[in-house]
């Protein structure tokens, strides 16, 4: 769901770019809103900064803006779901 997510941050918005100094935050970021979205339970947000190593005011204003740059759409339908399992079970196979 993460990669998910990302994809759909970088179609909406060109100008967001994965780099080397940019990848860090966005899978922690990614990953823990696929997280809270998806499982009822989770853990706090001071868990997942610690483990993401960045403060908790960082990763409470990245968690934010991350949703509100997506529009809040969060929901990934089953067939999306698969597109992207397979794709990347193709690249993991390919290796």
């Known amino acids: 769901m993460s990669m998910i997510y990302i994809d759909r941050l970088v179609r909406k918005l060109p100008d967001v ?9 966005l899978l922690l970021i990614s990953t823990v809103v696929a997280a809270k979205f ?10 997942y900064a610690k483990v993401g190593g960045v403060s908790v005011q960082e990763m409470n204003k990245l968690e934010a803006r ?9 929901h990934v339908h089953p ?3 698969r597109i992207y399992e397979d ?5 993991s196979y390919s290796q």
């Open 17 to 25: 770019v994965v780099t080397p100094l940019s990848v860090h935050r």
């Open 38 to 47: 998806n499982d009822d339970v989770f853990y706090t947000s001071a868990y």
């Open 66 to 74: 991350f949703v509100q740059m997506l529009d809040w759409n969060l």
């Open 79 to 81: 067939e999306e779901y």
């Open 87 to 91: 794709a990347l079970l193709r690249v």
